[in-house]
């Protein structure tokens, strides 16, 4: 069961499912299965009351189980021009949700600058509606030695608090910060973020100039979690650097990182390593080191790259190797480890057959993992029927023995909104994933009418119940108009590097329409199971919680609400879709209370059900 909704005693359900937002604004979109709501677009005013959105960037959005977004966006028509065109907002799609939770020409929380910019690919969002991000600034005391620092919020007066800035002086008082490298920050549900940092003005120069740090922007909570001239903690020489890819973060404050090391006993054959630790001695742990044979036995590691680590204290990897009975053809694969003696296992190597039997896997991007110890990867292949028309596919594996799956390949037919197929995939983006294991990712299109090979873009959910969904297509009607483009946070995982996908099957995206309006949207899809509302694959008492809040809502309602049978109006109907397919080994007693409470709850009456008819006509959302 998802983590949210754990505990099977209602009184424990209801507290969570009352804190879930309402769905409206139920557009006349792309998804095949699923109500589509506006969080925002270019004729939307600025929550604060300056200027109109004029640009949402396609990178900078992410998505929490709370059904929120966090978004950077351009404005116009500001009172200040230039210097206050710029922001970070957070917003459900439900009437008065939006809210800016940072604006250029704001005062820094600090009182020294204020705000003139935020970096690219560089905002994250926690299930508690914080929003962690990155700004430079401008008018401050140091000029160039304090313009940038690292931010959250949550859109409420006085909830602005600085985790790092420029100039400060580093937790354990050897040096100060010199650069703050972005990468994207990452934030984790206790308001926890971890970031890396060059130094100045250090005891040991070159030799200990740079660190991962950890903090929450209260006093003294800054941390520093590895620092240049550190020891490792396997004995064999000590930290020179980290490596520059976004430092991940757990919900339990771990921080793993890529580093290099010096004074090692082999010199430039072990000399770079993964590491996972947080402020505690003797937290520091390896996960990985160059020299180290691979967990298969054929090689060793020689090189690692961009890592991604869950809350179960898991990091996986993409990993070069040396050594290798193949030479070329399996001198790379993906791993995933947790630091314990034996925990270390290939999810997928180079020379590889695929799962489904056509061609070999010949190299990796970097995975995403979930919490339950998951990897999605693209991979590109070799050997295979098509040559370069079905050489590369999405996969996802937790390295057990047969858990490989092929996700979608190139050479595929696309499905769309209609359920018809249309055209075949001819290049796959990199995905984003949730806890259940479901995945959403970009795809570029050929039609096979002659034109470009890519005269076409789809944004795809794959979920092992309802298989490869269309949410999205170039083309499509949308708002009045049709889709010209989208874009979504490719690569991210739940939940502390970002995702647009959460663990109630909704997705957020940005898009552009052919009237020259952009947005950015949540799609909240339908569950393969009925009575399945929280989409983790199972009906329960979670379930049920969430239809006995929903119950007698009427118009703008989804699964989330209970509205199973789509009718727009959660009844004793839906409640009886829910009581036939609740799990076959559910205790008798919780049976006996939903029949219970079903027994006394009377039946929405003839107002809900007009209400219900004028929820089915399609109605733009007013801000």
């Not at 505990?7 to 006349?28: G, K, R, S």
């Not at 109500?35 to 009351?49: F, Q």
Request: aromatic share 8%; with cysteine; charged share 15%.
């Amino acid at each position: 069961m998802n983590r949210r909704f754990s505990a099977w005693l209602a009184a424990a359900v209801l507290p969570i499912v009352h804190a879930l937002p309402a769905w409206a604004a139920t557009l006349n979109g792309p998804a095949a299965t699923g109500v589509t709501t506006v969080v925002s677009d270019t004729i939307t005013a600025a929550p604060e009351g300056n200027g109109v959105f004029s640009n949402f960037s396609f990178f900078d959005l992410t998505l929490n189980d709370a059904g929120q977004t966090a978004f950077r966006a351009d404005l116009t028509g500001t009172t200040g021009g230039n210097s206050d065109n710029s922001g970070i907002y957070r917003g459900d799609g439900t009437a008065g949700s939006l809210v800016n939770i940072a604006r250029a020409g704001q005062a820094a929380p600090d009182g020294n600058g204020s705000f003139s910019g935020f970096s690219f690919s560089g905002l994250t969002l926690n299930d508690a509606g914080q929003t962690a991000f990155n700004a430079d600034l401008t008018g401050t005391t140091g000029g160039n030695s304090d313009s940038s620092g690292i931010y959250r919020g949550d859109g409420t007066a006085s909830s602005l608090v600085n985790i790092a800035r420029e100039g400060q002086a580093a937790p354990d008082g050897n040096g100060s910060f010199s650069g703050l490298f972005y990468s994207g920050v990452t934030l984790n549900d206790a308001g926890q973020t971890a970031f890396r940092a060059s130094l100045k003005g250090t005891s040991g120069g070159n030799s200990d100039n740079s660190g991962i740090y950890r903090g929450n922007g209260t006093a003294g909570s800054l941390v520093n979690i590895a620092r240049a001239g550190q020891a490792a903690p396997e004995g064999n020489g000590s930290f020179s650097g980290f490596f520059s890819s976004r430092i991940a973060l757990n919900d339990a404050g771990q921080a793993a990182f890529r580093a290099d090391l010096t004074g090692t006993s082999g010199g430039s054959s072990d000399n770079s390593g993964v590491y996972r630790g947080d402020e505690s001695a003797g937290s520091l742990v390896n996960i990985a080191r160059e020299g180290q044979a691979v967990p298969e036995g054929n090689g060793s590691f020689s090189s690692f790259d961009t890592i991604a680590l869950n809350d179960a204290g898991q990091t996986a990897f993409r990993a070069f190797l040396t050594g290798t009975s193949g030479g070329g053809s399996d001198s790379s694969g993906l791993y995933r480890g947790d630091g314990m003696a034996g925990s270390l296992v290939t999810i997928a190597r180079a020379g590889q057959g695929a799962p489904d039997g056509n061609g070999s896997f010949s190299g990796f991007l970097s995975p995403v993992l979930n919490d339950a110890g998951q990897a999605a990867f693209v991979a590109s292949l070799t050997g295979t029927s098509g040559g370069i028309s079905d050489n590369r596919g999405i996969y996802r594996g937790d390295g057990a023995v047969g858990s490989l799956v092929s996700i979608a390949r190139e050479g595929q037919a696309a499905p769309t909104s209609d359920g018809m197929f249309r055209g075949v995939l001819v290049d796959l983006f990199e995905p984003a994933s949730n806890n259940l294991g479901q995945l959403v990712f970009l795809a570029d299109i050929d039609l096979q009418d002659g034109g470009i090979p890519f005269d076409e873009r789809g944004l795809f959910f794959y979920d092992d119940a309802l298989g490869l969904t269309s949410i999205a297509r170039k083309g499509d009607a949308f708002d009045g108009s049709t889709i010209t483009d989208f874009g979504i946070f490719e690569g991210g995982a739940r939940a502390n590097a970002g995702s647009d996908v959460n663990d109630f099957g909704q997705v957020a995206y940005s898009y552009s329409l052919a009237d020259g309006r952009q947005g950015v949207a949540i799609t909240t899809l339908d569950s393969a199971i009925a009575g399945d509302a929280n989409f983790d694959g199972t009906v329960d008492l979670a379930d049920f919680g969430l239809l006995r809040a929903g119950f007698g809502s009427s118009g703008n309602v989804t699964r989330l609400d209970g509205d199973f049978n789509k009718d727009g109006v959660v009844d004793l109907a839906d409640f009886g879709i829910l009581r036939s397919n609740f799990g076959s080994s559910a205790p008798a007693a919780d049976l006996a209370m939903m029949d219970a409470w079903a027994a006394t709850v009377p039946e929405p009456g003839l107002a809900g059900a007009s209400l219900c008819a004028l929820g089915l006509l399609w109605r733009r959302r007013t801000t």
